[in-house]
């Protein structure tokens, strides 16, 4: 055991439609990384939406972090959330705060002053290349530097678990490759890295990453390593 | 219980002041409010004053056509009832002060004319006794003597009084109840239009308080602007109008005034305004935000 998530048996319906999620089990050992694939339509953001507390499941267990959160209390769900970073795919920026507030946006829920946040905020945007946009609001902001505050506000918490739904869609192959690297460094300090994409170059990209593949709301796992992951991250 | 968010929090909301109807509305409600509850209060103020000091007087009249006879009735009263233990002080009405009442409905003539006039004994009565104790002792010292309670004669005005103070507590207990209304709609309309707002700070990990705090703060000093607004406009009401009613000069209108007190409880009014809309938006937002997981 030991994982950070743990799905067994996993099933997810919208209201009283077919289920958009049947059976999914799989076990997520901390400090791996892992590619969601799979076709449009195929439940992948769903199931992200499960890992980040956005959903919680219609049937099956899920635990986070040890904990079962299906019959977790709602009030002890915030906590669990601050130790998740996400990056959506529509960013989901506040549109009124500047690119600085945005990224400062976890620590001050958090509770962190604005003293202590300030050298991280300004260290992530010069990360993300945002230095000089600091002041920006999202509307002036191109969609790439939007996606690019977006995933520093994901990690700037250092969170335990990332999930990201198509973090690379927006930006050049240069950037992508800045962006991968910082969740590969994000990953080589124990996070737990989750990245649904389309994108084949950045599957490649990520040696150490283990594949996950979605089709028709079903988890392929043929090998059951997902099931019954290795203790220790691949390298 | 946290009521005010610190800094850091205060800056996850845009920070816009009276920007919506609201502050305006509160302060149409905070000004009807203010001007029922000063009434409420100077009302209860004129009828504390009737009962203080004309609910205990009674006069006295002896009626008798034969000016002897009425005159030595009169003495006789005037006698018993300084010697009474209910009676606090007796005062007989001069001809003078009795041609000075009568002289508008009779002319100047009437106390020298053949027209029998009633002696007249102003009585104050010692608290807790009504002028039906003076009764018995007044039937055998006048028997040509009647008596008048004021208690009684105002009776119908201190029960109007009374209904009319209800009346303007009752109504400001409507507009706290319609404020609070505008400020649940407000707030309801508030989470609506920064629903993906709020999406993404729970997402982020925020609390039900911590994203209640962000609107009650808002809520609060809209309201609080609104409040004093409205208060402002309804003193300056109040004020003229006392002005105009000192200008009248009678006794009844005069004892419509408020006590320190009251102006007191008038400047609290949007104190109270600002935690009513502060608590009223914090309950909405975390009952609406249980809704969502």
Not at chain 1, 184 to 208: E, P, Q, S, Y
């Amino acid at each position: 055991m030991g994982g950070i998530v743990q799905f067994d048996n996993v099933g997810l319906r919208y209201g009283t439609g077919a289920e958009t999620l049947s059976d999914i089990s799989f076990t997520l050992a901390p400090g791996t990384f892992h590619i969601l694939t799979g076709p449009s339509g195929a439940g992948k953001t769903s199931l992200l939406k499960l890992l980040y507390l956005a959903q919680r499941p219609s049937r099956g267990l899920i635990r986070l972090f040890g904990e079962d959160i299906v019959t977790m209390p709602r009030a002890r769900l915030p906590g669990f959330r601050r130790r998740i970073g996400v990056v959506f795919q529509d960013f989901r920026l506040v549109p009124y705060l500047s690119a600085y507030d945005n990224v400062a946006l976890p620590l001050r829920v958090a509770g962190v002053s604005e003293k202590e946040l300030d050298g991280p905020v300004r260290e992530m945007l010069a990360w993300v290349g945002l230095a000089n946009r600091a002041t920006a609001r999202p509307a002036t902001l191109s969609g790439g530097e939007q996606q690019r505050v977006a995933i520093a506000r994901a990690v700037i918490g250092r969170p335990e678990l990332l999930v990201a739904d198509e973090p690379t869609g927006n930006v050049d192959p240069e950037m992508a490759g800045r962006l991968i690297h910082l969740f590969d460094a994000l990953n080589k300090l124990g996070t737990t890295i989750v990245v649904a994409t389309h994108d084949i170059h950045l599957i490649g990209r990520v040696a150490h990453a283990q594949m996950m593949r979605l089709d028709r709301g079903r988890i392929a796992d043929p090998t059951g390593a997902l099931r019954h992951p290795p203790s220790r991250p691949a390298a | 219980m946290k009521l005010f968010v610190p800094f850091a929090e205060s800056r996850l909301m845009p920070d816009t002041r009276l920007a919506g109807p609201m502050p305006w509305v509160i302060a149409i409600m905070m000004f009807l409010m203010v001007l029922a509850a000063a009434s409420g209060l100077a009302l209860a103020q004129a009828a504390r004053a009737m009962g203080g000091d004309l609910a205990h007087r009674a006069t006295i009249q002896v009626v008798e056509a034969n000016a002897d006879i009425r005159e030595a009735q009169a003495r006789a009263a005037l006698a018993m009832l300084a010697r009474h233990p209910a009676v606090a002080d007796a005062k007989r009405v001069t001809d003078a002060e009795i041609a000075a009442l009568l002289e508008p409905w009779l002319g100047g003539e009437a106390m020298g004319g053949d027209l029998p006039v009633p002696a007249l004994i102003d009585v104050t009565l010692r608290p807790g006794n009504d002028a039906d104790r003076l009764a018995p002792a007044l039937a055998k010292a006048a028997p040509a003597a009647r008596i008048d309670d004021h208690a009684q004669a105002l009776a119908p005005l201190t029960g109007l009084l009374a209904a009319l103070k209800w009346l303007a507590a009752a109504l400001v207990v409507l507009m706290a109840a319609a404020t609070t209304a505008v400020v649940v709609l407000t707030a309801r309309g508030a989470l609506t239009s920064h629903r993906a707002t709020i999406d993404v700070m729970h997402l982020l990990g925020a609390t039900d308080l911590q994203i209640a705090r962000l609107f009650q703060r808002r809520i609060a000093i809209d309201a609080f602007a609104g409040g004093l607004l409205g208060l402002a406009g309804a003193i300056a009401v109040v004020v003229l109008l006392g002005v105009r009613l000192a200008a009248l000069g009678s006794e009844l209108v005069g004892s419509l005034t408020l006590a320190w007190w009251g102006w007191a409880l008038l400047a609290a009014l949007p104190v109270a305004g600002m935690l009513l809309a502060m608590f009223a938006a914090r309950w909405t937002v975390i009952a609406a935000l249980r809704r969502i997981l």
